[in-house]
């Protein structure tokens, strides 16, 4: 079974960084697609971005420019480094694992843009 574990949240005041890290553990193979979603309270469940095993990307648009996702293959992590954060970036941010039609979703780690 896939297990994802999430790390890297915490209260960061507008304007600030903070990266946040995800390493995947099971029956993981390639191709495959990590990513990260995030869910504020009373909201759906949004994409925030994904890249593929093969290093493409893709963002939110809100993220653009602000948000750098990257991983390691070998490893089976993924990574975001958030930047120029903003009151609306507050979330609970989940790591997301498709591999072999199947979603696989980390517990979460909660986000909190405030001054």
């Known amino acids: 079974q896939v297990q994802l574990v999430e790390s890297g949240g915490g209260l960061v005041q507008p304007g600030g960084s903070l990266r946040l890290s995800c390493a995947a553990s099971g029956s993981i193979f390639s191709p495959n697609t990590m990513g990260w979603y995030r869910q504020a309270p009373g909201k759906e469940r949004e994409l925030v971005a994904i890249?593929?095993?093969?290093?493409?990307?893709n963002y939110a648009d809100s993220v653009k420019g602000r948000f750098t996702i990257s991983r390691d293959n070998a490893k089976n992590t993924v990574s975001m480094q958030m930047t120029t954060l903003k009151p609306g970036d507050t979330a609970v941010y989940y790591c997301?694992?498709?591999?072999?039609?199947?979603?696989?979703w980390g517990k979460g780690t909660l986000v909190t843009v405030s001054s």
């Open positions: 997301r694992l498709t591999v072999a039609n199947r979603a696989y």
């Open positions: 890249i593929t095993s093969g290093g493409s990307t």
